[in-house]
């Protein structure tokens, strides 16, 4: 399945220049404001661009430009294109791949935002034109490959987060993956019955009630003398199939001895809220997505291990690699070793920000690291992984370390 297989970003919040490998499942690791959720928010943006203000830019005098490079674009995605889309993205698709990039000039609104794709007749990288600015048809194919990204952020109200799907980075997307299928089951049997409460409610209704006949009948007798000629009639309008799943929600039902008690999101703790965010992404992860669907999900996660017990923690970690096995590409920032297990150790991506002049750095990829010292050593690897050993390498910093960082900008990997 196609992926977001890089990402470049270049003066967006903490990142002055920011490069990293991206895989179906990617943890980003790092202290406290090294940059971690700014790496997923420019994600979140290359994917569903959106107005930047000033506070948004490294720099406000220079461009922000976030490139990607998407992998496994195959002549049989391309070919469930529409047939226009399929034209307007071949000519920029080489080995399956195609690099675009998004720049905003200066803060400013929607709008101004360009969208970029390298034109594969140019070799050189530094000419002007290696890049079609805003070629026809390239943003409804780069939404057929990522229709939308889902963010869950670390300090966001879990309880907006699910009770408001309509909104555009929240959980209640995996709501409204659940809530699809039940519409469609059902919508025969949900139109006839709007129909019938159409009949009766509405001002066109076929069979109105009662109430409203004589609420018609005499505010028009009323209005005649003024203005002869002109009717009333009481619209109660219907909502429509859409609009009904539209606000699906969840509810908290808690019972107590003889007691039950039935709560909104909203009225629980935080704790609960977060474990419930997690129970529904492990709900989907067990669900899986269904076989026909071969569009691409961004999952972009803040510390999914937010205030989870143990167990937890490694429950929603098998949970997010389920996932990452579908439809979905998860990439989450973490401070917890608990989520990260020697299989997927060397796709962590290790995040420092050594100070504020550099901005956010990355270190080579770990898989790089742990091929150069211990190459497919399975027992040294285990090894290393091993919980006592994780954290000191993914978030142990040394005082020679931080030296060392604020010295050259980027520290060597603790192998």
Known sequence: MH????????????????SLPLGNFTPVVGYNNAGKSNILSAIEWLIEPSALAAGDFFDPNS????????TGITAELIGK??????????????????????VLPKPGPVATIRVEVRDLTVEDEDSEKAWAVNPAGIPQALKALFPESIRVQAMQDAADDVAKQTKGNTIGKLIADVIEPVRKNHEGELREALKSITDKFSADGANRAEQLKAFDEGATASLSDLFPGLRLKLDVPVPGIPDLFKNGTVRVIETQGDATMSQTFGTVGHGAQRCIQMALIR??????ATADDTK?????????????????????????????????QVI??????????????????????????????VRKPLSTAIRESIGDGGHAARVVFE???????FFFRSRASQRRENRAGIAPVAL
């Not at 996660?301 to 970690?317: F, T």
């Not at 989450?332 to 020697?342: D, E, G, I, K, Q």
């Not at 050594?354 to 750095?361: I, K, Q, R, S, V």
């Open 283 to 288: 709900y989907l992860a067990d669900k899986k």
């Open 81 to 102: 294109m529409p047939t226009n889309q399929q034209s307007q993205i071949k000519p920029y698709i080489k080995d399956d791949s195609l690099r675009f990039r998004r």
């Open 63 to 70: 461009p922000l430009v976030i490139e990607g490079l998407v």
């Open 387 to 393: 919980i006592s050993n994780s954290a000191q390498v």
């Open 296 to 328: 691409r999900k961004l999952l972009l996660i803040d510390e999914p291990e937010l205030y989870l017990h143990p167990q937890g923690v490694e429950q929603v970690r098998q949970a997010l690699k389920t996932l990452a096995a579908g439809r979905y």
């Open 332 to 361: 989450f920032s973490t401070h917890s070793p608990m989520m990260l297990h020697r299989e997927h150790a060397p796709n962590a991506v290790i995040v420092r920000k050594p100070n504020h002049a550099d901005g956010t750095l």
């Open 3 to 18: 992926t977001l297989a890089h990402i470049s970003i270049s003066n967006f919040r903490s990142c002055k220049n920011v």
